[in-house]
C-alpha cells in the first residue's frame, strides 16, 4: 500500500480504534492536528506520535472553541457506541467528511437521526466496516464482477470468534453488550453479504441463537460462588479464568496493546497494573456472573427479491479469529478463508482449480482485521484529498441498509425464528 499526501484530521476518541486510525493516518502521510479523549494519559499517547496536536477533554470543548482550534480537513470518530448519536449528528455541522466506527448507532431512531443530519448538512460520512475494505472480499468481489463462478445464487458465510475474544468483548465487557451481538460484532459480514449481491434487495431474514453459556448455573461447582477469577479456588483448573486469559495468555507473553488498553485506560499496561484491574474492575469478574444479555452461536438466513439465499453463522466457541465464505453460483463455487488469505474456484465441469493468494497488506498495528483497517484509512484519506468518495461505498445509506437487515434478524430471534420483511 502507498503513502499519499494526507489531510489534517480530528480524532475524538484515543482507545484501541482510535489509537490504530491515528498511526494508520500518520503511516499514509496524514496528519492528526486534534485530539480528543477524557483521557490525560491517551491524550499524551497521541502527543507524542503527532507532536503539536491540539487536545480536547471533550467533544463538546473541541465544537465550542471555534476560534482556538486548528484547521482539519476530517473527522475520525472511535469513541464508545453508546455515546454515537449524539456526537455525529454534532460533527455533521463541522461540514467535514467523517470516518465512524461501526455500528452506526444502537436504535432505529438513532440511526435516521444521524442519517438525517449527514444529509442536512451535506457531509461525506463513511462507517468503518472494514471488512469491504479488505484484500480479500475485494477479491472476492472482483471475481464475482468477473463472473468467475457466474450468476450467484446462494452465500454460506461464516464468522469464527475465538471464545477468549467473545469473553472479554461481550461477556465481560458491558459496556460492549448493549445492543445485538450480530450488530456489534457481526454487521461487517451483514454488510458484505448484501453488498455481494449488488443492487438486488434483501426482502426477508430469520434467525435463531442458541442460549447464552455464560450462566451462573454453568459455574464449575469447584468455584463456590465465586465472584472474581483472581480469588476463586477453580482459577487454576478453569479454561475461563481471566487470570489466565489477561496475565498468562498476554501479559507475561510481552504483550501490551489489545485487550489489554481495555483494562487499563489511564496509565501504561504493567503485571502490576492488570492485576490490579483484576482485583477491581469488571474485566475480573467471573465470566459465568456478569450477567451478560449476549447470544450464544447464532443463525441468520436472508432471502433476496430474486429468490437468492445467504446464510451466515456466528460461532463464538473458535479456536481463533476466522471468516470463510463459499459462494454458489450457476457455473462454479468459489470458496475462500480470510485469515489464511487465499480464494479457490471452482468451475463447473472442470478438474482444477484456480487458487487465487491474496495480500493482506498488513501494517504493524494491534489489531489486523486482514488489511482492512489499512484499506479503510488509505481510501478515506485518499478520497479527503480528491474529492473522489467512488471506492468508500459505505456511507450512511448503506449502513443504515445493513442496520435494518441487523435489527429485523434480531426481531426474528427474539421471536423464535419467525421470518421478518425487511422494508426498503
Known amino acids: 500500500m502507498s503513502k499519499i499526501a494526507g489531510p489534517h484530521a480530528a480524532i475524538i476518541g484515543l482507545g484501541n480504534r482510535g489509537n490504530i486510525y491515528a498511526r494508520l493516518i500518520k503511516h499514509f502521510g496524514g496528519n492528526v492536528s486534534v485530539g480528543v479523549d477524557p483521557s490525560a494519559y491517551r491524550r499524551q499517547q497521541i502527543a507524542q506520535l503527532f507532536p503539536g496536536v491540539t487536545l480536547f477533554e471533550s467533544w463538546q ?28 449528528i454534532a460533527a455533521t455541522e463541522l461540514g467535514k467528511p467523517m470516518l465512524v466506527e461501526k455500528p452506526m448507532a444502537l436504535t432505529t431512531e438513532d440511526c435516521l437521526a444521524i442519517g438525517n443530519a449527514v444529509e442536512t448538512h451535506g457531509v461525506k460520512f463513511v462507517l468503518a466496516y472494514v471488512m469491504r475494505y479488505t484484500p480479500f472480499y475485494r477479491q472476492v468481489q472482483q471475481s464475482i464482477d468477473a463472473g ?11 464468522e469464527f470468534v475465538e471464545r477468549g475474544h467473545y469473553r472479554h468483548s461481550y461477556v465481560r465487557n458491558q459496556m460492549w453488550n448493549q445492543g445485538p451481538l450480530l450488530d456489534l460484532k457481526s454487521g461487517h459480514d451483514i454488510n458484505m453479504l448484501l453488498a455481494l449481491y449488488g443492487k438486488k434487495r434483501c426482502i426477508h431474514v430469520d434467525s435463531l441463537a442458541s442460549p447464552l453459556y455464560y ?43 489489545w485487550p489489554l488498553t481495555h483494562l487499563v485506560e489511564d496509565g501504561p499496561v504493567t503485571y ?57 453460483g450457476s457455473e462454479g463455487t468459489l470458496t475462500g478463508s480470510m485469515e489464511d488469505s487465499i480464494i479457490t474456484l471452482h468451475r463447473c465441469g472442470m478438474d482444477e482449480a484456480e487458487t487465487i493468494e491474496v495480500d493482506p497488506g498488513y501494517i504493524n498495528t494491534p489489531h489486523k482485521h486482514a488489511g482492512g483497517d489499512e484499506g479503510i484509512v488509505q481510501g478515506f484519506l485518499t478520497a479527503v484529498r480528491t474529492h473522489d468518495w467512488s471506492d468508500m461505498p459505505t456511507d450512511h445509506a448503506d449502513a443504515m441498509r ?3 437487515v441487523v435489527y429485523q434478524a434480531e426481531a426474528s430471534r427474539q421471536k423464535g425464528g419467525i421470518p421478518m420483511p425487511v422494508v426498503p
Not at 482539519?72 to 453508546?82: G, K, L, R, S
Not at 469488571?282 to 433476496?304: D, I, N
Open 148 to 158: 468467475s463462478i457466474g450468476k450467484v445464487e446462494k452465500i454460506n458465510a461464516t
Open 215 to 257: 450462566i451462573p448455573e454453568n459455574q464449575p461447582h469447584e468455584a463456590h460462588g465465586a465472584e472474581r477469577c483472581i480469588r476463586c479456588p477453580a482459577e487454576m483448573s478453569c479454561d475461563d479464568s481471566a487470570v489466565h486469559f489477561y496475565l498468562r495468555r498476554h501479559v507475561e507473553q510481552g504483550h501490551t496493546a
Open 402 to 404: 445493513t442496520h435494518q
Open 272 to 328: 502490576a497494573s492488570v492485576r490490579d484491574a483484576l482485583e477491581h474492575g469488571p474485566f475480573g469478574h467471573c465470566a459465568f456472573l456478569c450477567g451478560s444479555g449476549v447470544v450464544g452461536h447464532q443463525e441468520v438466513r436472508l432471502q433476496f427479491e430474486d429468490g437468492e439465499l445467504a446464510q451466515f453463522s456466528l460461532n463464538t466457541g473458535g479456536h481463533r479469529i476466522n471468516r470463510t465464505i463459499q459462494i454458489t
Open 61 to 88: 470543548e473541541l465544537f465550542h472553541n471555534t476560534h482556538t482550534r486548528p484547521t482539519i480537513d476530517c473527522v475520525v470518530i472511535a469513541t464508545p457506541d453508546h455515546e454515537r448519536k449524539d456526537l455525529v
